[in-house]
């Protein structure tokens, strides 16, 4: 998974690059089978099959 910079500031909520990337894998496995996850892409990108992942990611706990 690649995290732009952007992606960092609008959905990191300032944690580190790896928290991101550990709440944006938990999002994708609630919704599909860990083998339909591609094997590289941007992070930008689940938004666009998952149009709630903008709403979860800024989310407080």
């Excluded at 580190?16 to 083998?35: G, I, T, Y």
């Excluded at 996850?37 to 800024?58: G, K, N, W």
Aim: net charge negative.
């Amino acid at each position: 998974m690649h995290v732009q910079p952007a992606d960092l500031q609008r959905w990191g909520r300032g944690q580190a690059p790896e928290e991101l990337v550990r709440r944006s894998f938990e999002f994708l496995l609630e919704r599909e089978s860990k083998e339909s996850i591609l094997r590289e892409f941007d992070l930008s990108v689940i938004q666009r099959y998952f149009p709630e992942y903008d709403q979860a990611m800024t989310e407080t706990d």
